[in-house]
């Protein structure tokens, strides 16, 4: 595996690899790798010759009051794994190489609408900052496909529609979420947890599915549904920040041309904010009846 800092040392690692006409799977992170960002690798390979993976802690895309001076930095131990996992190349810029101007010039890139709702919400311009440096790695990489984790279902459709509507040349794959034994998505967010945390953090998964079912078995009270989901979670100690049932595509209400449900949620436990969402593909012959869950 070769480790390269700068955009222009990564740049000319891949021109050998282009010119040969290798294709190229990019898994971008922001590090503290589990297995959840260790199964886009093995899916990256599935799908390229060469893989590349990149680890940047991107300053854009945390809010004044968020987590970003304590997010987890494993450099040693993620190298080791992706080395394992026979990564090609692995690009750690630093600040200064992405924005060398400062934060406050940077041009965005914005995805109007779906960067505004759930998630978006709650973290203003977090998702331009998504985009921004997705944008940016995506230019300097310049991969065949890129790869994505579900579990942040909003993050994987803003990027869907940023390489759709800017005509970027790149295929975006989703992976299915990795979850730990009892259904909790695996996370880098979850090492903040307490133990006791730790116990009621399933809570979210199992709430989520609870929902499903009950869609699954023809029950459209939406409103219903997230307002008893909301609840629950509450009652085992979550403070929730959405619970929302959504058309998978567009993000906003479900409605009569809706082909799949996204049920979303997104809480605090303490002062760490888990995310996770669970979906289910409407059957067009049915009125929300029969589903089938995904
Ligand atoms: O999902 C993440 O880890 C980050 O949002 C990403 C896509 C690497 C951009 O910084």
């Known amino acids: 595996m070769r480790t390269c800092t700068t955009n222009t ?21 922001m590090g503290n790798l589990h297995d959840g960002h260790l ?51 692995l690009y750690t810029p630093d600040v200064v190489e992405i924005y060398p101007e400062g934060l406050a010039t940077q041009t965005q890139v914005q995805v109007p609408e779906l960067s505004e709702t759930l998630c978006g919400s709650n973290r203003p311009g977090h998702f331009n900052g998504v985009t921004t440096v997705v944008a940016k790695l995506f230019n300097i990489v310049r991969p065949d496909i890129a790869i994505f984790g579900e579990k942040d279902f909003q993050q994987l459709s803003i990027i869907c529609k940023m390489v759709q509507d800017l005509c970027m040349p790149i295929k975006i794959v989703g992976a ?14 979850n090492s903040f947890l307490t133990p006791d945390q730790r116990h009621i953090a399933p809570i979210m998964h199992q709430t989520l599915m609870t929902c499903r ?16 989901a909301r609840m629950k979670l509450l009652q085992a100690g979550f403070e929730p920040d959405y619970f929302a049932i959504r058309d998978a595509q567009t993000l906003q209400s479900v409605t009569e041309e809706t082909e799949e449900v996204a049920i979303l949620a997104a809480a605090r436990l303490g002062s ?23």
Not at 56 to 80: S, W
Not at 177 to 187: H, Q, V, Y
Not at 218 to 227: C, R, Y
Request: charged share 25%; with cysteine.
């Open 272 to 294: 760490t904010r888990l995310i996770d969402n669970v979906r289910l593909s409407l059957d067009p012959a049915s009125d929300w009846g029969i589903l089938a869950a995904r």
């Open 176 to 189: 299915a979420t990795a979850r730990d034994e009892d259904g909790l998505a695996k996370s880098s967010r």
């Open 39 to 89: 199964d886009l690798v093995r899916k990256a390979h599935t799908l390229c010759d060469i893989v590349v993976v990149s680890i940047f802690v991107n300053p854009l895309q945390f809010g004044a009051n968020e987590d970003l001076d304590t997010y987890p930095r494993t450099m040693a131990a993620d190298k080791e794994k992706l080395f394992q996992e026979g990564v090609h190349f």
């Open 9 to 29: 040392s990564i740049q000319s690692a891949l021109l050998k690899a282009r010119q040969s006409r290798q294709t190229i799977a990019f898994v971008p992170t």
């Open 213 to 228: 079912e009950a869609i699954a078995c023809g029950f459209d009270n939406f409103l219903q549904l997230e307002s008893h």
